[in-house]
């Protein structure tokens, strides 16, 4: 690992490092400018795995964007999702006719998504996208899920870092990667 001790060392190996992350995010900011010139989304960040990947996002989005908040939870402090979705933080502003655009740490079952994009249609938003920093095809529960802008694919391992947790912890290491076993088994 790239430092001896603290949290990295818990790490069995560095999956995208911070540089990789970075370059990534301007790319897809730039293909969000893009995409909704002359448009003002809201950009909703899904607390608390999202913050860190949505703080860096939307300084790379040159548009006139709001932003908002929501938190959900579906963990607990197992790494296997429950299947159930609770809103713990509702957003504070009416999206009716607003152009939203979800972003997420991770779409592992989908399910947390599929809840939230339902939620939010059925509040009249003229359109929803979705963005995530990663992304685990093979885990996929909600088959017909569309994730339109997936910065990584990534195995089905349990990371964490840049915003992802385990047992709330890990969230402030600067690479994403993977957590050695022995932590959690
Ligand atoms: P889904 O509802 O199964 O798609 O799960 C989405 C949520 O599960 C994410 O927003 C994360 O909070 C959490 N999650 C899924 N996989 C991981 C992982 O590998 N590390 C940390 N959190 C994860
Ligand atoms: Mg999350």
Request: glycine share 6%; charged share 30%.
């Amino acid at each position: 690992m790239t430092q001896e001790n603290g949290l990295y060392a818990d790490l069995s190996k560095i999956l995208i490092t911070k540089e990789q992350i970075a370059a990534k995010i301007q790319e897809v900011g730039k293909q969000i400018t893009a995409d909704y010139q002359g448009r003002e989304p809201v950009m909703i960040c899904v607390l608390k795995g999202a913050v860190v990947f949505f703080t860096d996002l939307i300084r790379a989005v040159d548009l006139p964007v709001t932003i908002d908040f929501m938190a959900t939870s579906s963990y607990g402090s197992a790494t296997k999702t429950s299947g159930v979705v609770r809103v713990l933080k509702d957003l504070d502003q009416d999206i009716l006719n607003r152009d939203v655009i979800i972003v997420e740490d991770i779409v592992d079952s989908g399910v947390t998504l599929n809840y939230l994009t339902s939620m939010l249609r059925h509040r009249g938003a003229a359109s929803i996208r979705i963005v995530t920093l990663l992304d685990k095809p093979e885990r996929r529960k909600i088959k017909d899920l569309k994730v339109d802008y997936s910065c990584f694919d990534i195995p089905d391992e349990f990371v964490v870092g840049y915003g992802l947790d385990f047992d709330q912890k890990y969230r402030n290491l600067p690479d994403i990667g993977v957590l050695d076993r022995r932590i959690y088994e």
